[in-house]
């Protein structure tokens, strides 16, 4: 603190001395020689800790809100791991709300398969989740409706085919718009949600 107040006085400055290379690369130095060498066993240790008793799909939650996928790697997915159904799906589902890229990664190489995971449901969910920029889309398809839409107004499929043509000016035909989807999309989620 002493010194840190030093730098301060000497150079004249209110602030909180890090403007000062030298007290940065001292800061740095001192994280990697006695901060770094301790952060990852001592996650290793919490994580055992709190993944004791747990379920694997407990403890894959638990990486992946940590952001730890060489823990999931390591300890998770291991040989011989018996999965119960639709457990790695809504590992998949927190993966790609939460923009974890190398858990989706680590995801589809276990077995996930997007083909049969992507449905229409869990695409609209994917569309409608609070994380991230949607305001984009939620503008996106205010602006192709001409009109406001209720704060909670949840966006289909078929709005995503809108955005999409009006975003490509009109040059492609998105599936999503086409009368045969709009049919099987009606007969599947009834004909209030199509008409929104």
């Known amino acids: 603190m002493g010194t840190e107040m030093g730098c301060r006085e000497e150079r004249g400055v209110a602030g909180d001395g890090w403007e000062d290379g030298r007290i940065r690369g001292i800061a740095r130095q001192e994280f990697r020689t006695r901060i770094l060498p301790y952060e990852t066993p001592t996650r290793l240790y919490v994580w055992k800790r709190h993944s004791a008793n747990a379920s694997a799909p407990d403890q894959l939650s638990l990486a992946l ?23 790695l799906e809504q590992a998949m589902l ?6 974890r890229v190398d858990f989706v990664k680590l995801l589809i190489e276990n077995g996930v398969s997007m083909h049969r995971f992507l449905t229409l449901s869990r695409l609209e969910e994917l569309y409608n989740t609070r994380h991230g920029p949607s305001n984009t889309l939620y503008h996106l398809v205010r602006d192709v ?10 966006i289909s499929l078929i709005d995503i085919g809108l955005v999409i043509e009006y975003l490509m000016g009109g040059a492609y035909r998105c599936n999503y718009t086409r009368k045969r989807f709009r049919t099987l999309y009606h007969n599947l989620f009834g004909p ?5």
């Open 192 to 196: 209030k949600r199509v008409s929104e």
């Open 94 to 99: 927190d993966a790609l709300v939460l923009d």
């Open 145 to 154: 409706k001409k009109g406001n839409l209720p704060p909670d107004y949840r």
């Open 65 to 87: 809100a940590w952001n730890r996928v060489d823990i999931a790697r390591s300890q998770i997915f291991i040989y011989g791991q018996q999965w119960p159904i639709g457990s």
